[in-house]
């Protein structure tokens, strides 16, 4: 979502795509090589520059896996941002991807919210025709719950493979939402329980976009918790040999529903801070584990 300068309508310029190859690069180096994107992202333009990295490296395509959103339409002309996952729609703007992407087939298209109008068959009807033309490999959704994919699939012969919601140290309900049943915090979650249940026992990975919280407990610390979780990690971190992000992001590869991190930053040195996630095996203890979650909570567990 960094990419491709401000968030206007202005054109991105050659410092923008070397910033964009930057980062680029430096993922590749940690090991990366899923990108994940969204129509809306910069009002297009953070796809647009991935492609111009694309073009500079012609053989890069084959070496990476490219994952990008829809449903999301930006508010425009009077308009107020709405969502829309209308069949057309969301055939239109997957073309309008793959042109700004510089390919011809995107490996993972993700719908972006939930629109409350859209009809599960008419959502079913386009993404089973991008799949037979070859235009889209695998499908999946992002901020929704249980329900809301059990639907979806009924009416799907290919499989939903992924569902990105917001999960961190700092963003818990998906966590929390099993452990406050039966106690007064439970309707204040807000995260629909049984969704992460759902998931793992339907082959739907789990990905965690925010993974990173923003940079809560890495620069940028505001409460007292945040402060106490960030000097924690630095402890575990300097213990592991590796750094406070890579620890981070072990909080969260640590749960055995498999959560797959979305690394939202454009630094590079950020980037490269997060190695250690893609090429060692979570090292945190149930104990260290426990101590991030209550450390960050501010509060004990129920």
Same mark, same amino acid.
């Given at each position: 979502?960094?990419?491709?300068?401000?968030?206007?309508? !202005?054109?991105?310029?050659?410092?923008?795509?070397?910033?964009?190859?930057?980062?680029?690069? %430096?993922?590749?180096?940690?090991?990366? *090589?899923?990108?994940?994107?969204?129509?809306?992202?910069?009002?297009?333009?953070?796809?647009?520059?991935?492609?111009?990295?694309?073009?500079?490296?012609?053989?890069?395509?084959?070496?990476?896996?490219?994952?990008?959103?829809?449903?999301? /339409?930006?508010?425009?002309?009077?308009?107020?941002?709405?969502?829309?996952?209308?069949?057309?729609?969301? *055939?239109? /703007?997957?073309?309008?991807?793959?042109?700004?992407?510089? *390919?011809?087939?995107?490996?993972?298209?993700?719908?972006?919210?939930?629109?409350?109008?859209?009809?599960?068959?008419?959502?079913?009807?386009?993404?089973?025709?991008?799949?037979?033309?070859?235009?889209?490999?695998?499908?999946?959704?992002?901020?929704?719950?249980?329900?809301?994919?059990?639907?979806?699939? %009924?009416?799907?012969?290919?499989?939903?493979?992924?569902?990105?919601?917001?999960?961190?140290?700092?963003?818990?309900?998906?966590?929390?939402?099993?452990?406050?049943?039966?106690?007064?915090?439970?309707?204040?979650?807000?995260?629909?329980?049984?969704?992460? !249940?759902?998931?793992?026992?339907?082959?739907?990975?789990?990905?965690?976009?925010? %993974?990173?919280?923003?940079? /809560?407990? *890495?620069?940028?610390? !505001?409460?007292?918790?945040?402060?106490?979780?960030?000097?924690?990690?630095?402890?575990?971190?300097?213990?592991?040999?590796?750094?406070?992000?890579?620890?981070?992001?072990?909080?969260?590869?640590?749960?055995?529903?498999?959560?797959?991190?979305?690394?939202?930053?454009?630094?590079?040195?950020?980037?490269?801070?997060?190695?250690?996630?893609?090429?060692?095996?979570?090292?945190?203890?149930?104990?260290?584990?426990? !101590?991030?979650?209550?450390?960050?909570?501010?509060?004990?567990?129920?």
């Amino acid at each position: 979502m960094g990419l491709g300068g401000a968030w206007d309508a !202005e054109p991105y310029g050659p410092a923008d795509i070397d910033a964009a190859q930057a980062v680029v690069e %430096a993922a590749l180096d940690s090991g990366i *090589t899923a990108f994940d994107h969204a129509d809306i992202y910069r009002h297009g333009k953070s796809e647009a520059v991935f492609g111009e990295v694309l073009a500079r490296d012609p053989g890069l395509r084959g070496r990476i896996t490219i994952q990008t959103k829809c449903g999301i /339409r930006l508010a425009d002309g009077g308009l107020p941002g709405m969502y829309d996952l209308r069949g057309a729609s969301i *055939t239109r /703007r997957v073309e309008d991807s793959l042109a700004r992407l510089r *390919t011809d087939v995107i490996d993972v298209l993700l719908l972006h919210r939930p629109d409350p109008l859209a009809d599960p068959d008419d959502i079913a009807a386009a993404l089973t025709s991008l799949h037979r033309q070859g235009l889209v490999r695998h499908f999946g959704v992002s901020n929704m719950g249980a329900a809301q994919i059990a639907g979806l699939q %009924a009416r799907l012969d290919v499989p939903l493979i992924a569902n990105q919601l917001e999960m961190s140290l700092h963003s818990r309900a998906w966590v929390e939402a099993g452990v406050l049943l039966n106690t007064p915090h439970a309707a204040g979650n807000g995260f629909p329980y049984g969704t992460l !249940e759902h998931c793992r026992d339907h082959g739907v990975r789990l990905q965690a976009w925010g %993974a990173l919280a923003q940079g /809560r407990f *890495t620069g940028r610390q !505001e409460t007292a918790a945040e402060h106490a979780t960030a000097a924690l990690l630095v402890r575990l971190a300097e213990d592991k040999g590796t750094t406070p992000e890579t620890v981070l992001l072990w909080w969260l590869m640590r749960h055995p529903a498999a959560i797959a991190p979305v690394i939202g930053t454009a630094r590079p040195d950020r980037v490269r801070a997060c190695r250690d996630a893609v090429l060692r095996e979570p090292a945190l203890s149930h104990e260290e584990w426990y !101590e991030l979650w209550v450390t960050a909570r501010g509060i004990p567990l129920p």
